[in-house]
């Protein structure tokens, strides 16, 4: 296992939480807590900052029967776009992509 700084950990965290959102497109926090192991508390500060940068938002899960309606995570696909450029020695190619 690789150690390091607080702020080292952090990002890793928060790699992981980004993946398990993009890869479950709608999830709460209690979920992405079960499956990247870990803590609930973690969890929830790291999805405040991603909420405050605009990366996620959030929304109610409306067929929800039994108890207190989970708020539902998911990547902001207006949060930003990718540029991709390849440059050759005769020519120039770009890509532009949003989410």
């Not at 938002?57 to 998911?74: A, L, N, T, W, Y």
Request: without cysteine; proline residues 1%; hydrophobic residues 40%.
């Amino acid at each position: 296992m690789v150690t390091g700084d607080a702020t080292y950990l952090k990002k890793v965290n928060r790699d992981r939480i980004l993946h398990t959102i993009l890869t479950n497109e709608k999830i709460s926090r209690a979920e992405i807590s079960k499956l990247t192991k870990l803590n609930k508390a973690t969890v929830s500060s790291q999805v405040a900052e991603l909420l405050e940068k605009k990366l996620v938002v959030e929304s109610s899960q409306d067929h929800f029967k039994v108890g207190r309606k989970p708020i539902m995570v998911s990547i902001n696909r207006k949060a930003g776009y990718v540029l991709g450029i390849d440059v050759d020695q005769d020519s120039m190619i770009t890509t532009l992509a949003d989410a």
